[in-house]
C-alpha cells in the first residue's frame, strides 16, 4: 500500500471457527503497511477460538460504527455463524453502500451472498460454494483470485499473496479514510 493509505481503518471479521492463515496473513500483513486493523467480533471481551483451537481477542464488536475503508470476511468453518449474525450483514452493506473495499476468502463468500453483496459481480470460491454464489446472485470464477470494482475475492488460501496484493492495491486507489483517533 502507498503512503496515502497508511492508517486506513480495516476491519477484520472473526467467530468461532475462523481459518488461522486466512485470519492472520491479511491482519499482518495490513498492520505492516500502516493500516488500523481492528478485528470485529461478537464480543471484544472474550477471546475467540480458530478452528484449531488458538484464541484471538476481538477488538470491537460487529456494531461498531464508523467509516471502514474495507473489510475482510476470513473463511473457516465460522462462515455459516457470521451468515447468521444481523449485525455482519447490516455492516458489510452499509460499507458497501458507502464506498468499502470488500474481500472474502473461501467460506466468507457465504457471508458476502447472504448480504447480497454478489449481484452481478465475478467471484472466485471453491467448487462446493459455487450454487450459493449463484444463489447469491454472483458468477463463479474458476480463476483463485477475483478482483473487481472495489470487491476482492480468493478461493482459498494458496491464493493469500495476490488477495492481499489486489487488496491493498483496492485500497491505495481510493480515497482515504483515516482510523478514528
Given amino acids: 500500500m502507498g503512503a496515502d493509505t497508511q492508517d486506513c481503518r480495516t476491519g477484520v471479521l472473526v467467530e468461532a471457527g475462523f481459518q488461522e492463515i486466512e485470519f492472520w496473513y491479511p491482519v499482518l500483513r495490513l498492520r505492516e503497511a500502516g493500516s488500523a486493523?481492528?478485528?470485529?467480533?461478537?464480543?471484544?471481551?472474550?477471546?475467540?477460538e480458530s478452528q484449531l483451537?488458538?484464541?484471538?481477542?476481538?477488538?470491537?464488536t460487529f456494531d461498531a460504527g464508523g467509516e471502514w475503508a474495507g473489510l475482510i470476511v476470513p473463511g473457516g468453518a465460522m462462515?455459516?455463524?457470521?451468515?447468521?449474525?444481523?449485525?455482519?450483514?447490516?455492516l458489510l452493506t452499509e460499507a458497501a453502500?458507502?464506498?468499502?473495499v470488500l474481500g472474502a476468502i473461501a467460506e466468507g463468500v457465504v457471508v458476502l451472498a447472504k448480504a447480497g453483496l454478489l449481484k452481478g459481480r465475478r467471484v472466485a470460491c471453491p467448487s462446493s460454494?459455487?450454487?450459493?454464489?449463484?444463489?447469491?446472485?454472483?458468477e463463479p470464477s474458476s480463476d483463485g483470485l477475483a478482483a473487481e470494482d472495489g470487491l476482492i475475492t480468493a478461493r482459498s488460501a494458496d491464493e493469500l499473496p495476490d488477495?492481499?496484493?489486489a487488496f491493498a492495491a483496492a485500497l491505495s486507489a481510493m480515497p482515504v479514510r483515516r482510523a478514528a483517533a
Fill in 129 to 138: 460454494l459455487e450454487m450459493t454464489v449463484h444463489a447469491g446472485g454472483g
Fill in 53 to 60: 483451537g488458538y484464541p484471538v481477542i476481538p477488538d470491537a
Fill in 163 to 165: 488477495f492481499y496484493r
Fill in 37 to 48: 486493523v481492528i478485528v470485529l467480533g461478537p464480543r471484544n471481551d472474550a477471546q475467540v
Fill in 97 to 100: 453502500e458507502a464506498g468499502a
Fill in 79 to 90: 462462515a455459516g455463524r457470521l451468515a447468521g449474525h444481523a449485525a455482519v450483514l447490516r
